[in-house]
C-alpha cells in the first residue's frame, strides 16, 4: 500500500527548459511534504518543503506546489542544470517523527 | 561541521550470518532515524531514536531486526540471521530535533548471498 506515490522513474529534460517532477499521495492527515534529491552513493539531501498550509513554496530555482484536493504535489526546477540531474524523492510527514517516502523519480538533464 | 557517517559503505554477507551496521548522527542532533531502501523502492523508515524515549520500532520488517542507540550518539543496526531478502542500502538520518530537517549519511550497501 504505497501511501506516497511517484508514478514516473524517469525524466529526461534540456538544460535550460523546466524540470516537473511529480507526487500523489493518499492519506489527508499528511501535513508536511518534502522534497530530497539523491546523487549515486550519497545519502538523499533535503531540497525544499511546503506545509498543508500553503499551495506555494519557493527557492531559488525550485518551487514545490502542493494541490490539496488533489491530494498531489509537484516539484518546478526552473532552468533545469546538467547538475540537478539525480534522482528526486518525495516524503511526506505523517507524525513528527516519520516520514513516508516515494519510490523516487531520476531525472537527467541533457546539454 | 561533519555530517552523518555510516559503516561499512559496503558489506557482503552470506545467509544466516549476523550483520552490524553503524551510523555516527551530527552531533547534537537528538533524534536518528533508520531506512533501508531496497532495489526500485522508496525508502522505508525502520526506527527512530528520540533522546531518552523508547525507541518507536514500529518499521521494524521482523525481529531479527534490532538496533540500539547510546544516549544521543552512535547507534548500531543488528540484522540477525540475514536472509537473502535483506539486501538493499541501509540509510541512517539525524535530526536536531524530531520535526527539523533530517540529514542522511551515505548509506550501507548490504548484499547477501
Known amino acids: 500500500d504505497q501511501q506516497v506515490k511517484q508514478n514516473s522513474p524517469s525524466l529526461s529534460v534540456q538544460e535550460g527548459r523546466i524540470s516537473i517532477l511529480n507526487c500523489d499521495y493518499t492519506n489527508s492527515m499528511f501535513d508536511y511534504f518534502l522534497w530530497y534529491k539523491k546523487y549515486p552513493a550519497e545519502g538523499p539531501t533535503f531540497l525544499i518543503s511546503?506545509?498543508?498550509?500553503?499551495d506555494k513554496n519557493e527557492d531559488g530555482r525550485f518551487t514545490v506546489f502542493l494541490n490539496k484536493s488533489a491530494k498531489h504535489l509537484s516539484l518546478h526546477i526552473v532552468p533545469s542544470q546538467p547538475g540537478d540531474s539525480a534522482v528526486y524523492f518525495c516524503a511526506a510527514r505523517i507524525s513528527p517523527d516519520k516520514l513516508i517516502f516515494g519510490t523516487g523519480t531520476r531525472l537527467q538533464v541533457f546539454p | 561541521g561533519a555530517g552523518v557517517s555510516q559503516s561499512p559503505s559496503n558489506k557482503v554477507t552470506e545467509k544466516g550470518k549476523d550483520v552490524e551496521l553503524r551510523c555516527d548522527p551530527i552531533s547534537g542532533h537528538t533524534a536518528l532515524y533508520w531506512y533501508r531502501q531496497r532495489l526500485g523502492q522508496g525508502l522505508e523508515f525502520l526506527i527512530y531514536f528520540q533522546g531518552n524515549s523508547a525507541p518507536d520500532k514500529s518499521g521494524l520488517p521482523s525481529d531479527r531486526f534490532s538496533a540500539e542507540r547510546t544516549g544521543e550518539s552512535v547507534s548500531t543496526l543488528t540484522i540477525q540471521r540475514t536472509q537473502q531478502e535483506d539486501s538493499a542500502v541501509y540509510l541512517c538520518?539525524?535530526?536536531?530535533?524530531?520535526?527539523?530537517?533530517?540529514?542522511f549519511g551515505p548509506g550501507t550497501r548490504l548484499l547477501v548471498l
Open positions: 511546503i506545509s498543508s498550509i500553503k
Open positions: 538520518a539525524s535530526s536536531l530535533e524530531p520535526e527539523e530537517t533530517q540529514y
